[in-house]
């Protein structure tokens, strides 16, 4: 028996404690209604129906709810991916072994994509090759050339994504029909929708090879005709594709190389600080293609020649003509040939008479240049360098050497019209004043840092300290209150109380039986007053462990 139900009072106005009921007299009222008569005859039907009902509620909870296709179309990997986080989710799902289908219950559907959507999924859209076998039979020809431009579209942004930088990518592609007149004919153009990832951001470069891997994808399509834009709205494809902006680029390449070499070439020389070199450079960024043809003069070669010669007199004419050349050839061409008069013979008679033709072919020279002048040609530069003029100035040698050594960095031309200027003056000493305590870098941190540990004392001053007080307040009042308590019990059992009649065969010692067996409550207190009186220190231990125990209650 414990020391609580040692000391416990006893109440003697309470009834006596009855034991519990047992488990067959809990269901005696019911076993007695089931033994009515009336109810012994409905027992059968009420049965039948209890066995109806358990059938149609199982029938009703084993029956599959119909189920709506969630994705179609979706990659290995984002298929496992959907499936994973609906069953973490605790929705239902399913594979149609046949076509790959993810099905979910119908009245799950919305709240199946919804929860996707949460998390990002499908990371992937549907590739092009699923959406052309998704192609119903008898398509009419609309519809067909939307599907393969919706095919090509996807294929174009998968490949996009493939970029580290790029985490979501959408092309959209708008072609007109093809005229038969080439005028009314307008070239296809693109736009590509980019969602890049935290904090990464693409180059010009970048931009350009997307343009272009756009453009060359789909026929007719030049890289200008390309649009590139990203999740914030911005154009990227503006700067990629500015004139302005490329020739703008290309004359500071080359001012910041002519310059980086014009200060490793003189700092050796001057030393830092005792030089400022400025360059601009002329760049000129058209392109002009020429092509020209010429006919030299004097350059020509014979190539061809046919000379016929004829004699007529008064005897037989001799034979003419180009031996075995056939007889039905086509005339030559005439040629103007001066005829002397025929001889006079003494007699005065013509004996003979002479004809020459003489044709000749020569082909005349020909030469053909084709000249191209491709953009960012140097049409001129232009160099300022500033020395620092110190104690002893440079003489006009030193200066001199120091311009023929500036040209030579620079290839001077000055058939191109190159200048190059230089001059030394004293350099004005700029006293760098220092920054103040607080714009220095380890101000700011050192700031945050101080406030916290001075909120965290304050914190611990009025909030921190107040509660222990009170915690130790509560602690020394408690202590005081079992000491007065252990007192008041000491000093109520100052006086021996008379034992009950029948305790005497013990010999005085009150034990925690004979407390328990007291007849009445006045004689259970004398002997506790007893008990504590033998016994007080086990007594207030007692007496604190049930305090104790109220405490924690």
Known sequence: MSNAQALAPLDTSSPAQLPAPGIGERFAPLRQFTRQPAVQRALPAIATTS?????ALAWFLTQAAPQAPL???????????VAEALQSSGIAHEIDPATGALTVDADKLHQARMTLAGQGLPRAQPTGDSMIAAL???SSRAIEGETLRGAREADLARTIEAIDAVKNARVHIAAAEPSLFVREDKPATASVMLTLQNGRTLSDGQVQAIRFLVASSVPGMNAEQVSVIDQRGALLSDSATSSDMKAFQLQTQIEDRFRAALDTLLRPMLGAGNFSVEVHADVDMSE??????????NDRALTREQITRSVSGQGTPPAVGIPGALSNQPPQATTVVDQAPAPVAAGGGTETQSNENASRAYEVGRE???THQPQGRLRRVSVAVALNQGQ????????AKIDALVKGAVGFDEARGDTVAINQRPFVKVEETPPAFYEESWFLP??????AILAALLAFLFIGRPLIKAAKERARARAERESALEESLLAATETRPALPSGNSDNGGEITLEMIEA?????????????FVRQDSERAALVVRQLMQEGARA
């Open 518 to 530: 007291a007849p009445s409550y006045e004689d259970r207190a004398n002997l506790v007053r007893a």
């Open 446 to 451: 050192l700031v945050k840092q101080g406030g």
């Open 368 to 370: 053909i240049s084709v």
């Open 136 to 138: 119903p039979m008898g």
């Open 288 to 297: 002009s293609q020429a092509t020209r043809e010429s006919f030299p003069e």
């Open 51 to 55: 066995a109806i009902g358990i059938a």
């Open 392 to 399: 002893k100035a440079l003489t006009q040698a030193d200066l």
């Open 71 to 81: 994705f179609s179309g979706l990659d290995d990997s984002d298929k496992a991916a």
